[in-house]
Every structure is written in C-alpha cells, then in structure tokens.
C-alpha cells in the first residue's frame, strides 16, 4: 500500500512539475513577443552649403534620436529629440547645444512618403522651453525636405 502511494505521488509531482514548467515557457515566450521592437531610419537634407540630419529610433509609440543643423552662415546646432507621431506629423523636443549653451525647443516634421519637412509656427516661450502655440496651424516648406537615407 505504502508503495502504491509513493509510486502515486512521484507521478503526481511529477505532472505537476511539467505543468509548470510549460507554464513559466509560455509567460517568457509572451513577455518576449509583447516587448516592442526598435526601428532606426535615417533622413537627410543637403545642398552645397547646409545640412540637417535626422536619426530616428521607433520603439512603440516612442520615438526618440538625434537632430543636426549645419545651415551656413549660422551656428551649427546637435542634439536629441523626444516625441511622438501625432497623425503624420512628428511632434517631439529637440534639446540641443548652440554656443556652448543647452537649450529645448519643440520641433515638428511632417511625413510626407518617406520624406520629413520642417513645420513652422507662432512660439512662446515657457521657462526655458520654447514651444508651438498650435501644431495644427504649422506651415510646412518643403523647400529643405529631409529625404529618406541609409543611415550611417
């Protein structure tokens, strides 16, 4: 009798051991499909004498990168946004260094096929951080479009 039940519980940890374990499987195989993938693209605009770069890193909603300014004639501006796609415009912070000085100010590129164009607007200035005072009355000049391109 004593060895009928021994023999009954090996069997019954025993399932519920392999239960378990496909269990703790199946959590890591979901939390792994549910992180969200980074996307990297890369846009450009040049002529001559300027430049803008763009390097974008989609992860879920977020978007976040680095913005560079080589426009001749002014002071060449890097830095890094953080923002969203809000429709096909992309709505983020941009926070750069000019002049040895760190400065915020919000930036929107509208997505036009796989090209970017800077929009343009009324600020105002709220602390340190300078800021549209209505996205959807921007005006976008295509006239320095930021194309698509490998990034490197």
């Known amino acids: 009798m004593v060895s009928k039940f021994s023999c009954f519980l090996l069997i019954f940890f025993s399932i519920v051991s392999c239960n378990n374990n496909s269990d703790t499987t199946k959590v890591k195989k979901e939390t792994a499909e549910a992180k969200p993938q980074s996307v990297l693209n890369c ?3 040049a002529n001559t004498k300027d430049t803008i770069t763009l390097k974008l890193v989609h ?3 977020a978007i976040t990168g680095t913005l560079v300014y080589n ?3 002014k002071d060449k501006n890097k830095g890094t946004i953080q923002g ?3 429709g096909d415009v992309l709505v983020a912070n941009y ?3 000019s002049e040895g000085i760190t400065s915020v100010r919000q930036v929107a ?3 036009n096929g796989n090209d970017f164009i800077e929009g343009y607007g009324e600020t105002e200035t709220t602390g340190d951080k300078v800021t549209f005072r209505n996205i959807s009355s921007l005006k976008f000049n295509d006239t320095m479009k ?3 391109t490998a990034c490197q």
């Open 43 to 45: 846009y450009q605009y």
């Open 59 to 61: 992860i879920g909603e």
């Open 71 to 73: 426009i001749y004639e």
């Open 84 to 86: 969203k796609m809000e």
């Open 95 to 97: 926070t750069f260094m």
């Open 109 to 111: 590129f509208k997505m």
């Open 146 to 148: 930021l194309s698509k």
